[in-house]
C-alpha cells in the first residue's frame, strides 16, 4: 500500500542535530497530522493541517516544527531534541468534510522510527 | 479520566472462539468513533468505523453505546491472522473540519491455535 509515504523510516540522531522527516499522501486528501506514539502510551495527536493551514498544536515543544508546503506534503523539523523523544512518529491524511462522518477516516503511513542518542 | 480507556489484556483466545473488547470514552461531545488495528511494529489500519445502529463486517460486530459512552468490539470464528492490538478511536470533533483523532492504548489479542 503507498496511499501515505514516510522517509526515513528510521532514524538515529544526536541531540544537537537537525533532521526532518517527510510524508506524503497520494489520496487526494485536504488533510495531514502528526502523531507520537511511544511504548506503552497511546498515539498522541502533534499537529493537525487542513488545506496546508495549522489548525491545531496539541502543545507540542518548539523543538518540532512542522511544515505544510501543499496539500500532498507534510515535513517535521526536528532539532534539539531529548532522549525522551524517541518514539514512532506517523503521519495521517484524511478527507475532511464539516460535518461529514463517513469520510473522516484517517489513513496512516508507515511511521519513521526516531531514536535519540 | 482517560479520554478513551481501554483494558490492554492481552486476551489469550484459542482460533475459533468469539472474544470481545470495550472501550469507554469521556467526550460525551464526541461525534465519530473507530476501531483500527496495529500489527507490531506497523501503522494503524482501519477496522471498522463504528454507528450507533451498529454494524457488521463479516466477523466483526461493532456497537456504540452513546448513553453509556462505551465502544465494543465483537470477532466471532477468530483466526490466527487476528493477533494484533485493537485500537478503540475518538473523532471529539471540536469544531468541524479536520479533528485529530484520541487513541485508547490499545487491547493485545493473542489468538493459539
Known amino acids: 500500500e503507498t496511499g501515505v509515504t514516510q522517509t526515513p523510516r528510521h532514524l538515529v540522531m544526536g541531540m544537537t542535530n537537525k533532521k526532518s522527516l517527510k510524508c506524503e499522501q497520494h489520496?487526494?486528501?485536504?488533510?495531514m497530522y502528526w502523531y507520537k506514539q511511544s511504548a506503552k502510551k497511546p498515539l498522541e495527536l502533534m499537529f493537525v493541517?487542513?488545506?496546508?493551514?495549522?489548525?491545531e498544536n496539541n502543545s507540542v515543544p518548539s523543538r518540532f516544527s512542522p511544515e505544510c508546503p501543499n496539500s500532498s506534503h507534510l515535513f517535521l523539523h526536528l532539532h534539539t531534541l531529548q532522549p525522551e523523544d524517541s518514539a514512532l512518529y506517523l503521519c495521517?491524511?484524511?478527507?475532511?468534510?464539516?460535518?461529514?462522518?463517513?469520510?473522516?477516516?484517517?489513513?496512516f503511513g508507515p511511521g519513521t522510527r526516531l531514536t535519540v542518542l | 479520566r482517560k479520554e478513551v480507556e481501554q483494558d490492554p489484556g492481552p486476551f489469550n483466545v484459542p482460533e475459533g472462539a468469539t472474544v470481545a473488547f470495550n472501550c469507554t470514552y469521556s467526550?460525551?461531545?464526541?461525534?465519530?468513533f473507530f476501531w483500527y488495528r496495529q500489527d507490531c511494529r506497523k501503522e494503524p489500519k482501519l477496522l471498522m468505523s463504528?454507528?450507533?445502529s451498529g454494524n457488521e463486517d463479516g466477523r466483526f460486530t461493532a456497537q456504540l453505546n452513546r448513553a453509556s459512552q462505551y465502544i465494543s468490539l465483537l470477532i466471532r470464528d477468530s483466526k490466527l491472522s487476528d493477533s494484533a492490538t485493537y485500537l478503540c478511536?475518538?473523532?471529539?470533533?471540536?469544531?468541524?473540519?479536520?479533528?485529530?483523532?484520541?487513541f485508547g492504548k490499545g487491547t493485545h489479542l493473542i489468538i493459539q491455535p
Open positions: 467526550n460525551s461531545a464526541s461525534q465519530s
Open positions: 493541517y487542513n488545506f496546508k493551514e495549522q489548525t
Open positions: 489520496l487526494g486528501h485536504n488533510a
Open positions: 478511536v475518538v473523532n471529539p470533533r471540536k469544531g468541524g473540519g479536520a479533528d485529530g483523532l484520541t
Open positions: 463504528v454507528y450507533s
Open positions: 495521517a491524511s484524511s478527507q475532511q468534510g464539516a460535518y461529514s462522518v463517513i469520510t473522516d477516516t484517517q489513513y
